[in-house]
């Protein structure tokens, strides 16, 4: 493995999902990050509580900053980065909520948040990284308003770097989720620019390695939060999540039952009286042992948000669960006052099992000596070496 000192600003940084992944790569030293610590809306800056995650993970403690108001020229200073502080990588992967189809009105309405994409493309230059990483939603390069990731693009390429953006299902490179997201990778144009693509160049891994059992069976029996989740906020929760069959089942299985009208809440019996169905039978649904995850989403710690329930228990998987699904490793720790927070920590981050791999990729980039695709799972997570397989075509699972 490479010996090299390569300094990694993570801006945006959370928890510390993609910071992590460099960290575990010895060519690379974290010397800054940020967060304002925002949680849900109606909240303000440190509510979020991940910067406290971040530092017990990754032995820095983020800024909590407002990018959004900090002049690029006044970063560095902003970061407490000495001049003389060269930085080799740039991540920047700020709020995908603006862009995500998750939110019905982001077809409608460009949220104010998503000029945040640009801003990135002005840190980048202020700073004069040689890299440049970013993970968001798959909108900010095919939704109604990618004209910010337009602009990034061209302002970087404009300031003398070449700049590569494509979807991905995540499940490709071992991720046990149904995850589609945008990674943009850009570098200087001195340096060779590679891509996940030409990392995983004619290889792929099996669909048994990316299911739910697993990722749930290489839990830890040591690691930390394996039986922390939320409770049920009522009696009737319960008893509906015991009615809803065991390993992949929905609240559209009730209907099947006698009995059960009493169960469904007043939203379900709207759906089924207009059958417009939509994604909502994933709402109060156990995920399925033999499959990937369904996305892990900012808002996980409800079953009401998503199909979160455990295959098996009744009950919300635990957040160590949740954390191996998103591709965190049994050694990270979590830190906040609130389970809900901690739960959001996990749906807002970059999987690590992916950031160690874009670790592995920038350092290819800098220092022209390419990894074998081996080298580049993250000890820890439901990956093992003898996953990777040679594959011209990976078959990949779609709900």
């Known amino acids: 493995m490479i010996a090299a000192d390569f300094g990694v600003v993570d801006l945006f940084s959370g928890a510390g999902g993609m910071s992590y992944g460099f960290r575990r790569h010895p060519a690379f030293r974290i010397v ?5 610590e925002l949680g849900k809306p109606s909240t303000g800056r440190g509510k979020l509580q991940c910067n406290s995650t971040y530092l017990q993970n990754i032995g820095v403690r983020p800024a909590q900053l407002d990018l959004s108001t900090v002049p690029p020229m006044q970063l560095r200073s902003s970061l407490g980065l ?3 502080q060269h930085i080799s990588v740039l991540s920047t992967c700020p709020p995908c909520t603006g862009f995500s189809r998750a939110n019905p009105e982001n077809h409608l309405r460009d949220d104010k948040r998503n000029s945040l994409v640009r801003r990135s493309a002005e840190f980048a230059v202020a700073l004069s ?17 990618k004209h910010h990731y337009e602009w990034f693009r061209e302002h970087l390429e404009e300031h003398g770097y070449n700049v590569f953006g494509r979807t991905y299902l995540l499940s490709r490179f071992g991720l046990p989720q149904v995850r589609e997201r945008a990674i943009v990778v850009a570098a200087r144009q001195h340096l060779p620019l590679h891509t996940l693509d030409s990392l995983w160049d004619g290889w792929g891994v099996p669909d048994e390695a990316v299911t739910v059992r697993r990722t749930f069976n290489t839990i830890s029996p040591d690691a ?55 994604s909502y039978p994933d709402v109060y649904g156990r995920m399925a042992w033999d499959r990937p995850a369904p ?18 228990a009744d009950r919300l998987c635990s ?17 906040g006052a609130a389970v809900s927070n901690m739960y959001r920590h996990i749906g807002d981050a970059v999987p690590p099992l992916i950031s160690y791999q874009l670790a592995h990729l920038a350092c290819w980039i800098l220092t022209g000596e390419q990894p074998q695709v081996q080298e580049v799972l993250l000890p820890g997570v439901n990956l093992k070496t003898d996953d990777i397989v040679r594959r011209k075509n990976q078959e990949l699972f779609y709900d």
């Open 129 to 145: 990284a040689d890299v440049v990483v970013m993970e968001n939603a798959r909108e900010l390069i095919r939704g109604n308003f």
């Open 32 to 36: 800054a990050a940020a967060d304002a």
């Open 224 to 278: 930390t939060a394996t039986d922390v989740f939320p409770e049920f906020s009522s009696s009737l929760v319960r008893r509906r999540i015991e009615a809803i069959p065991k390993d992949g089942g929905s609240w559209i299985d009730l209907l099947k039952q006698e009995g059960t009208d009493e169960l469904l809440t007043d939203s379900m019996k709207r759906i089924v009286q207009n059958k417009r169905f939509g």
């Open 82 to 84: 000495p001049e003389e």
């Open 319 to 335: 957040l160590r669960e949740m954390a191996a699904l998103q591709g965190f490793p049994n050694a990270f720790t979590f830190n």
């Open 295 to 312: 996305t892990i989403k900012r808002e996980c710690s409800h079953v009401g948000n998503g199909r979160y329930v455990h295959p098996e």
